[in-house]
C-alpha cells in the first residue's frame, strides 16, 4: 500500500537514506531535513523493534474500524516507523511500552478491478 | 529606538471563548481588538501596522475586513496562519515591526470560528466513485495511511507524544496525565471567560469515553469560537503616554519562534518537545528570568499528554521529574508554579487563532493584577507556550511595568 513496504516471500520496509549523513526517510525528499545533501540510497530496515509509544484510538477516523492500536517502533539496527499494533486484543494490558513486535503484513483493501493493497503492522515477537 | 529596547503590551482583551450562533468571524475579531484599543487608551488611529491570526480563513484576509470595521487608516496589514502558534505569530509580526522601527504601535488579533467542527485531522468521507489503486503522493500510497499506518488524527498523536514520556520516565501513567485535565477543569471554574466551567473528579476525568489512550474525552480540548488582541507599544512611545498607562503596561521581555530541528523521531511522528525546549531556553536567555522566578504560565495544552510533557520542556519541573510534580501538586493554581490557571485549552477552550494571544492577555492580566476570582496574588512575571504540529512553537515572557 505504500512504496516504502517491498512484498514477496520476504516482506521488508526500506528507506531514502542519505549519502552524506545516513538520515532515513520513508519519502521523497527533495533534499535530506538533517544535512542538505541532495543524493540518496535505498537501504533495507530491520522487521523486528521494539514500541517506543502507542497510542488505543477509540474514536478514530471515519471509515477507519476502531479501536485500534496505533505505534511508533524503534527498529533495531536503526530507523523508526510508525504503523499499527496487529493480531492482539487493543487493550491497555496487551500492549506495553518497550515490547519486543516484528513486521506482520496483510490485506486492508481491494479495488475494483481485485488488485489488493497489502499493509503492514507489528505483532508481538512472543506471540 | 534601539532593537534592544523592550516591547511592551498596552492594551488586551479577549472575547468569551464558547460558540457563537449569532456573530461572525469579523465580530469577535472586532470585539476582541475594540476591546484591546480601549484597554490601552489608543485607536485605530494609533496603530502603525495591524496582524490578524487566523488559520481555517488564512486566505480570506481577515485583517483586511477587520478593518473595515474598526477603521481604514491604511497602515499595513499581514494576515497571518501559522498552525496553533498563528496568535503567537501574529504578535510577533507586530513586535518585529516595531523592533525594525517601522512602527510605534500596532495591533495583534487573533481569530477562529470553528463551530462543532469534530475532531480535527480526520480523513475526508470515502468516495463513493469506482476505485482503481494508483500509487500517489511522496509516500507511493494506494489507499489512505490514516488508521492503517497509524493513527496522525490530533489526540492520538499528543498520546503518542505523552507515553512516550512514560516510556523515557518512571512515575508516569493514565493516572498523572488524568491529573493535567482534573486541575485544568477545576482551574477554569474560576475563569468567566472560558467555554467550560465545570469541575470533574479524576475518577470522572478516567472513566469518561476514551479518545485515543490515554487521553479520554475530558483529556482532550474542545474546538470553538473566540478571540484575543494586543496592542503593542515601543519603549520610546510608551515613555510619552500617560503615568497610568505606562503603570498599567506589561514589559514583553522574550518572544521567541521556533519550527523544529531535524531530529529522527520526526520524521514520523510530530516532534513536540525539542523545539518547545529549544524555545523555552532562548526565552530564559532573552529575559534573563529563571523558571524558578515564574509566578505563571499558560502552556499549551491541547490534551492532557502534551501538558506533562511540556512541564519538562519548559524546565517547570526537574528533569524527567513531571509525573511527580503534578503528584505534588506544583501545576495547581496554590502549588510552585501554578499552570493554566485559566482553564487551558482543556476547558477555555481552543479558538485556534485566538490561543496564542489569548494565553498573553491571561498572563498580562495576572501581571497587572487585574485577574479577579482567578488572580494569582502578586505575579511579577509570567510565561505563555503555544505550539502548531508540524510544527512551530511560540513562547513570551511577560513582566511587571515596574514604570
Redesign the interface.
Known amino acids: 500500500?505504500?512504496?516504502?513496504l517491498k512484498l514477496g516471500d520476504d516482506p521488508h520496509l526500506v528507506a531514502y537514506v542519505c549519502d552524506a549523513c545516513g538520515?532515513?526517510?520513508?519519502?521523497?525528499r527533495n533534499a535530506c531535513?538533517?544535512c542538505g545533501a541532495r543524493e540518496f540510497s535505498t537501504g533495507r530496515l530491520a522487521n523486528t523493534g521494539s514500541v517506543?509509544?502507542?497510542?488505543?484510538?477509540?474514536?478514530?477516523?471515519?471509515?477507519?474500524?476502531?479501536?485500534?492500536v496505533?505505534?511508533?517502533v524503534d527498529l533495531d539496527g536503526g530507523g523508526?516507523?510508525?504503523?499499527?499494533i496487529i493480531n492482539i486484543e487493543p487493550t491497555?494490558v496487551n500492549v506495553s511500552?518497550?515490547m519486543r513486535v516484528r513486521l506482520a503484513t496483510y490485506v486492508?483493501?481491494t479495488?475494483?478491478?481485485g488488485?489488493e493493497?497489502v499493509?503492514?503492522g507489528y505483532e508481538p515477537e512472543a506471540a | 529606538m534601539s532593537n534592544q529596547d523592550p516591547v511592551w503590551i498596552l492594551g488586551t482583551s479577549m472575547t468569551k471563548f464558547g460558540r457563537y450562533t449569532d456573530k461572525d468571524l469579523i465580530d469577535l475579531a472586532a470585539e476582541a481588538s475594540l476591546g484591546a484599543l480601549d484597554d490601552g487608551g489608543t485607536t485605530m488611529a494609533d496603530m502603525d501596522v495591524l496582524a490578524a491570526g487566523c488559520l481555517y480563513e488564512a486566505n480570506g484576509g481577515v485583517g483586511q475586513h477587520l478593518q473595515k470595521q474598526l477603521g481604514q487608516t491604511g497602515i499595513p496589514v499581514y494576515n497571518v496562519a501559522n498552525a496553533c502558534a498563528t496568535g503567537a505569530t501574529a504578535v510577533r509580526t507586530v513586535m518585529m515591526a516595531i523592533k525594525s522601527g517601522e512602527a510605534q504601535m500596532g495591533l495583534a488579533v487573533g481569530v477562529e470560528q470553528m463551530g462543532k467542527m469534530g475532531?480535527l485531522g480526520?480523513?475526508?468521507?470515502?468516495r463513493s466513485d469506482?476505485?482503481?489503486?494508483e500509487?500517489k503522493?511522496?509516500?507511493?500510497?494506494?489507499?489512505g495511511?490514516?488508521?492503517?499506518?497509524?493513527?496522525n488524527?490530533m489526540?492520538?498523536v499528543f498520546?503518542?507524544?505523552g507515553?512516550?514520556y512514560?516510556?523515557e520516565n518512571d512515575g508516569v501513567g493514565?493516572e498523572q496525565f488524568a491529573k493535567v485535565a482534573q486541575k485544568n477543569h477545576e482551574h477554569s471554574t474560576l475563569n468567566p471567560l472560558a467555554q467550560y466551567r465545570k469541575a470533574f473528579t479524576l475518577d470522572e476525568v478516567m472513566s469518561s469515553?476514551?479518545?485515543?489512550?490515554?487521553?479520554t474525552l475530558l483529556m482532550c480540548c474542545p474546538t470553538g469560537d473566540g478571540s484575543a488582541a494586543v496592542v503593542l507599544v515601543s519603549d520610546e512611545k510608551l515613555k510619552t503616554l500617560p503615568r497610568e498607562q505606562q503603570r498599567r503596561a506589561v514589559k514583553v521581555s522574550a518572544s521567541v519562534l521556533t519550527s523544529d530541528p531535524?531530529t529522527?523521531?520526526c520524521?514520523?511522528?510530530p516532534d513536540v518537545n525539542t523545539l518547545t525546549r529549544n524555545a523555552a531556553d532562548a526565552a530564559y536567555e532573552a529575559s534573563g528570568v529563571d523558571p524558578a522566578d515564574l509566578d505563571l504560565v499558560e502552556l499549551h495544552d491541547c490534551f492532557a499528554t502534551a501538558e506533562l510533557r511540556h512541564y519538562d520542556n519548559l524546565r517547570l519541573c526537574e528533569p524527567g521529574g513531571a509525573g511527580e510534580w503534578i503528584d505534588k501538586g506544583g501545576p495547581w493554581r496554590d502549588g510552585e508554579i501554578p499552570v493554566n490557571v485559566s482553564g487551558g485549552l482543556l476547558s477555555k477552550g481552543h479558538p485556534i487563532g485566538a490561543t496564542g494571544v489569548a494565553n498573553l492577555f491571561e498572563v498580562a492580566t495576572h501581571v497587572r493584577g487585574e485577574a479577579g476570582d482567578r488572580q494569582v496574588p502578586d505575579t511579577k512575571v509570567g510565561l505563555a507556550h503555544v505550539i502548531g504540529l508540524g510544527s512551530s512553537c511560540g513562547v513570551h515572557i511577560l513582566e511587571r511595568s515596574g514604570l
Open positions: 500500500m505504500v512504496e516504502y538520515a532515513c526517510y520513508f519519502d521523497r531535513a538533517a517506543r509509544t502507542f497510542t488505543i484510538v477509540h474514536r478514530a477516523a471515519r471509515g477507519v474500524p476502531a479501536p485500534y496505533s505505534a511508533v523508526r516507523v510508525k504503523s499499527n491497555p511500552l518497550g486492508t483493501a479495488d475494483d478491478d488488485n493493497a499493509a503492514f | 475532531m480526520a480523513d475526508r468521507a470515502a469506482r476505485q482503481v489503486f500509487r503522493g511522496r509516500f507511493g500510497s494506494v489507499v495511511v490514516e488508521g492503517r499506518l497509524g493513527t488524527m489526540p492520538g498520546a503518542q507524544a507515553m512516550e512514560a516510556y493514565f469515553e476514551v479518545i485515543a489512550y490515554p487521553n531535524w529522527e523521531g520524521q514520523v511522528q
